[in-house]
């Protein structure tokens, strides 16, 4: 399984961005899709997971009601759509696939990864 993230920049605070992740090879729609994000010197963190098959979603507590993650499955691709960004919301951004097919919340839980995509919003 090969992922590709993108859609990152330098937005200033209350903007918008979109994030793409593209995935192939031997993808599977049970196993659930998560964006995780890194800021510098900080651990890598949860941010927002899918699952493909029925389409449930999960938000980090910091993100909830800015963030949004849809998935177009006969695309294979997922997004992360957020808005009203924060300084604070600076980081790489990561998309991953779970080890599982249940939905876990940390980066042991996942074993594919993207290259990650910067995202810096200034104040």
């Known amino acids: 399984v090969q992922l590709q993230a993108s859609g990152g920049g330098l937005v200033q605070a209350g903007d918008s961005l979109r994030l793409s992740c593209a995935a192939s090879g031997r993808t599977c729609r049970y196993y659930p899709m998560g964006w995780f994000r890194q800021a510098p010197g900080k651990e890598r963190k949860f941010v927002a997971g899918?699952?493909?098959?029925?389409?449930?979603?999960r938000l980090a507590d910091s993100v909830k009601g800015r963030f949004t993650i849809s998935t177009d499955n006969a695309k294979n691709l997922v997004y992360l759509q957020m808005n009203s960004l924060k300084p604070e919301d600076t980081a790489v951004y990561y998309c991953?696939?779970?080890?599982?097919?249940?939905?876990?919340?940390?980066?042991?839980?996942?074993?594919?990864w993207g290259q990650g995509t910067l995202v810096t919003v200034s104040s």
């Open positions: 991953a696939r779970s080890k599982s097919v249940r939905m876990f919340f940390t980066k042991d839980d996942y074993e594919y």
């Open positions: 899918i699952n493909l098959s029925g389409g449930s979603t």
